[in-house]
């Protein structure tokens, strides 16, 4: 019923939007397959965009309230569309190659070159999708909530989310270097702006600064890798590079030319050391970007990381790449993220900052499970692909947990700070007193984000580490050291969410306001206890979200046509070889 | 249901709580909630109720009880769609069948048996067998009596400013209730991922009702009793997600306790890397608990910070967390590595009496005597868990037991002189005896139950350790080299017997410097004797000192049963130690075929003629 629901308001949404069927398969007839249907979603978003625009220069529609209608309806438009238009067997996300096999012979990519492709739409990246569209959605709340951005520049700030959003949708869907590089590109972009809302605040316009050189930095380098990738395997489709790699023998090229790449990743997960920009961006940024940046862009960052791990193992092969060890490096990098971002947070005086290491140190969580990812392309076959996709979905699964409580946390933060005019620990200080029930929310999505039960952050927590343990099993110890040092970090996170909760229970507040009851607006109350009430709701429901999030399945290319080096390219190989050892 | 009863209906008061401000109705609703607790947790022994609640998980298993139903609705429930979840169940409902092998399911009561995460058979299971009940008892009584020393906290005045030194008290009796509730879900609960859940959740209260209420360092104590624990059962959920996968045979592991204790041993029967980590991560989180050194130093600062009833509670029951967990987990499931590694257990026991009794010993302050004295006393846990003979078991959860109404009574002993005196320098005191006569007839009880004065209870279980740890072969090498000695279990009982006579010098000493000679400030000539709520709490704890040390039986009633399957298990799963049962039995047969007086497992001393 629910999904009829989502179909009926689909096809009703496309009449609203401009793009009835027929013109629509008009429009892809033109272009000369139907694959295009696919790509409905964002054009909806593009479309919003220009909307928005037009809505903020004119007079008449010119309202807060018009805008965030266009924003809502824009971001919750493409959702509907994802989830109704795989809902033929289920409600979630099914992998759209067996329907697009019957339309095209391109088994569901846009493509440029036949054996290249752009985009790839399977379960992984329709749940990364819906998974930004709904943050974006409740970012949207949060901005509803947000007392210090400026009314009258609503409509760029709603432009730029909508287009941030767009950039990650494409990246989660992403397959080829090129594009990926364009994505991250294109939500950094709005992103950096976002950051530096606040033109005349000094914080925002440092952190926007910080945060534009290292995106421009990472990205430098990252297309000085993408170019040697290129150089060797004369394709930039992530899957055939995995392919053609297995026959290039120069090691030191491909480590470096993958480890740049995945610099350019790293920086959009705020993985150590690409993390340094994210404190102080979050700090300056108005909160509600704050929140969307460590939620939606982090996993997109993941979503297109653990795909080009996946591409880049051995399992599309057959053979394992000598190259680089994706499980190892994966490891180290996680272990470190979490360590770094856990032992900075003790000592931050600012919740935001204290937040954003935490989401430093949440991304190396989250890289148990890219590491699964490559713990399964290693082994290969059957076995290491379905171990893959355990660390795929359990990733997505502790991003959904992480989403409800970061945005919960970062609502509370901004309902405290609308108050008092204040993000600093102190400004917590005998919240108790002031609003029991608000601190009480407070104290739930701490230990939702410390990963204690009785919270959903417990369940998405364990989900990871068994998916870790069953790498683990599967030959992998590094996995097991792995998640000792993440358990360590959890108790060590533990003393900086229980600052904060001593805080709001025990410290006694300023002695102007200890007494005076703190005021939540209704919008507060949806968002901070909407997520604290999900966050118990989820755990009891234990099981809810865990059959969505094993849909986020990667479709593999098993066997390409292309996957055998071009003759003709050896030679560039070769000359490629003596350039790459040399950078 | 009675069990899920239990659990929750201390949770329903302290919801009701949240609507009742006036503190004295406040008081009332807590003391009805912890009594009718307690009145439902009785159901648990008591031969009255349903007559189908005291089936065992054996009888409920077949085809027609609650989990067989079940397991045919899932079946036949085609919309539900867990296929592997079906296929794990069917599996966990066989091993659980299967109740030739294992004695563990056949002695479970009061089942209860709901679905919570199919995706990864973790179920809402619930049941009890004798030491769970002897837990869930405790719990309930403890709650019950330590209200007593709770009651009057709303009107007791800070010293220097004459203020109401604890605010905020209808917040602690809501956290009081909800750890009741926690803790008498850990007791309860067969599912593996439940308990862990129950386990976490004990911990969220008690950092409260420390941190909260606690005396001047208890910010620290409170976060430094979190820390500790967390750490540690970060390791045991580790090890619990281990369990899972290495049960997994393509159908999903399992978090089925009766399941696991079936399966387990064999996975772990040959020493692997595996299954020491596995053991050495459960242990450190029930060894921060219990606390076994060196991972002890939370209590002394949470006891001594706590308020009075929460340091009753502290030392009452969570401290018996860890036994029990170590008892049914760490024993039940990897009954080799606690074998092999019995000899560093006896030697951690060992100096856990030593160094526990020494400690208190060179204290001042009187609540850290106590504190320290019950690191002590949980070293003869260790010291019968590592002994294995199933007399060293019984005393050593005796001593659990026993430990827990003493060690309660000595805190409340404290509590009562630092009410009035509002310091606890032991060098200060001096003369109470002739001031408060009472009170120092009271604290002689708690004094000497605690020191294991005999026809008090400490003494029986101390003796029951004793006697069973000196008995064991355990740990024993083959050859004869003479250092070897030392990895006998029995050399370490031997060197844990100085805790005795150190145990005895700190309670006399620390007696003596509270109720006899001068008193050594006029002030304390203003002291009033017991008062009601006073009386109220020592008086239960008292007389139960009293009848364990005279009746140990009708606790040990409950206890025989489990320790003699987890005997069973060990003998059943881990060769060696079935050799070394079945030669002290034939060593038995031969000496009582020269006609001597044999003792056998059971402490019943039988007479056999010789030929």
Partial sequence: MLLEAAETATNALQGVVGLPQESYRALAGIIGNDTLSYFAPELVICVAMLLVLLVDVSDKLRSPRNLMLVALVALAAPALMILGKWG??????????????????????ISLQPDSHMLVFDGFANFFKVFVLASGLITLGMIHLDKGTPRRSLGEMLTLLLGSVLGMMLLASATNLLMIYLSIEFMSLASFILVAFKRRDRKGTEGALKYMLFGAV???????????????????????????????????????????????????????PMHFWAPDAYEGAPTPVTAFLSVASKAAGFAVFIRFIDAMSAQSTGNALPIINWVSFVAVIGAVTMTVGNLTAIWQPNVKRMLAYSSIAHAGYLMIGAAVVAAGGEIGGEAGARIADVGGSATAFYLVAYCLMNFGAFAVVQVVANETGRDDMNAFDGLFKRNPTLAVVMAILLLSLLGIPPTFGFIGKARLFMAGLEAAQAGYPIMTVLLVIAAVNTTVSCYYYFRLIRGMFITPGEAATANRPLIVSNTGWLMAGGSAVLTLALFVAGSFFIGPADEARLKRRPHLEGAAMPQHDQGHVEVKRGDGSKG | MLLTFTIFTPLVFALILLFVRDIKQVKMITLTGTLVTFMLSLGLILPVGHPGSRTSLAQECNENGKIGTLLQQLKTDPETGFSTYTQGLERDVKIMKSVEQSDFAHQLRFVEFVPWIPSFNVNYFLAVDGL???????????????????????????????????????????????????????????????????????????????????????????????????????????????????????????????????????HFSTATTAGMLCFVGLYVAFAVKVPVWPFHTWLPDAHVEAPTPISMLLAGILLKMGGYGLLRFSYGFMPQQAYDLATYIAILGAINIVYGAYCALGQ?????????????????????????????????????????????????VVGIIYDRAHHRDLNRFGGMAVQMPKYAGMALVAFFASLGLPGLNGFISEMLVF?????????????GDWWLVFTSVRFWTVVSTVGIVLTAAYHLWGYQRVFYGKMKDPHYKEFKDLSGTEWATLIPLAFFCVLLGILPGIALKYVDEPMRVIQNNMIRHVPEYARLVEEERAEKERQARGGAIAVDTNLTPVYVEGK
């Avoid at chain 1, 120069?250 to 480890?259: G, V, Y």
């Avoid at chain 2, 604890?166 to 009081?176: D, E, Q, V």
């Avoid at chain 2, 309860?188 to 209420?213: A, C």
């Fill in chain 1, 218 to 272: 990472s990205s430098g380098v990252m297309i000085y890798g993408i170019s040697l990738l290129y150089g060797m395997a004369g394709t930039l489709d992530i899957a055939l590079i995995g392919q053609r790699l297995a026959q290039v023998n120069d090691p030191l090229a491909i480590a470096m030319a993958l480890m740049m790449v995945t610099v350019g990743f790293g920086y959009k997960m705020s993985i150590a």
């Fill in chain 2, 364 to 412: 001042t302050d009187f609540k850290r005597v106590v504190a320290y004295s019950s690191v002590s006393h949980m070293g003869y846990l260790l010291l019968g868990f590592a002994a294995m003979t199933k007399i060293a078991l019984d005393g050593a959860v005796l001593q659990m037991i026993n430990h827990g109404i003493s060690s309660p009574m000595m805190f409340a």
């Fill in chain 1, 88 to 109: 033929g067997e289920a409600l979630f996300f099914y992998p759209a190659w067996g329907n697009l096999a019957q339309y095209s012979n391109l088994e569901g990519h």
């Fill in chain 2, 132 to 266: 769970a009940i002897t837990m869930i008892l405790l719990t309930t009584f403890l709650c019950l009596v330590c209200l007593g020393a709770a009651w009057n906290m709303d009107k007791s005045l800070d010293h220097n400013t004459h203020q109401p030194k604890y605010k905020g008290m209808r917040a602690f009796f809501i956290l009081y209730l909800v750890l009741e509730a926690g803790l008498i879900g850990v007791f309860s609960s067969m599912d593996y991922f439940l308990f862990y859940v129950f386990w976490e959740v004990v911990l969220l209260p008690m950092y409260f009702l420390v941190g909260v209420w606690g005396g001047p360092r208890r910010i620290y104590a409170a976060i430094k009793f979190f820390i500790y624990t967390l750490a540690g059962s970060l390791l045991m959920f580790i090890a619990l997600l281990y369990y899972y996968l290495a049960t997994d045979k393509g159908q999903g592991g399992t978090f089925n306790v009766v399941a696991l204790t079936e399966l387990l041993p064999k």
């Fill in chain 2, 467 to 479: 006697f069973g740890a000196f008995n064991t072969r355990v740990g024993e090498a083959a050859n």
